[in-house]
């Protein structure tokens, strides 16, 4: 539970942060929000989706497509295997995720297939190669912890965020050059 506290707690500094960059406080009124409420791990979800959709305008580049799915793909086999109701699943939240949708469907699945294939075949090989696909949003801020807070996101739907899940999303922070602190993992 303390890792969920943590994650609130980054995730409200986050989202000041973002509000005080836009100057519209980030839609949030004063005694809303995850903290008054006991910050369940849904609350968080919610928050970490609803600071996504904030930064929807600014997502738009290929890099970030492709990190977001490789983000997307290297949570899904974190455990060293994707069964195909995972996958289908993933691909669900991808397809149906607000700020994914500014990309055509098919190429999100394409790339996520393409990820979650080299990964189940040689996982070590994929791990690398979805790194260097995480590692090219680096170069926007935005963008670089928009690709973290999907993977968590994506991580955390099914209920719980489990210590392989943390590792893959460990390892797409030291790619994007951000501290795992920042997401409380």
Request: aromatic letters at 4%; hydrophobic letters at 40%; one cysteine or more.
């Amino acid at each position: 539970m303390a890792m969920w506290d943590r994650l609130k707690e980054q995730a409200k500094t986050l989202q000041q942060s973002q509000g005080a960059r836009t100057g519209s406080g980030g839609g949030h009124q004063q005694g809303q929000g995850p903290s008054s409420s006991g910050g369940s791990k849904n609350q968080l979800m919610g928050l970490f989706k609803s600071q996504l959709a904030s930064a929807k305008a600014e997502l738009k580049s290929g890099a970030y497509r492709d990190a977001s799915m490789a983000m997307c793909a290297l949570v899904a086999a974190a455990d060293g295997r994707v069964d195909p109701a995972e996958r289908q699943r993933v691909e669900e939240l991808i397809v149906s995720n607000e700020v994914l949708q500014n990309f055509p469907a098919d190429q999100l699945r394409k790339r996520f297939n393409e990820h979650v294939d080299r990964l189940t075949a040689n996982f070590e090989q994929g791990k690398a190669r979805a790194l260097e696909d995480i590692a090219k949003a680096a170069k926007k801020p935005v963008e670089a912890r928009a690709v973290v807070q999907t993977g968590i996101v994506v991580a955390g739907a099914d209920g719980s965020f489990e210590p392989a899940e943390q590792y893959a999303v460990r390892d797409a922070c030291s790619a994007l050059g951000l501290s795992p602190t920042e997401f409380g993992v």
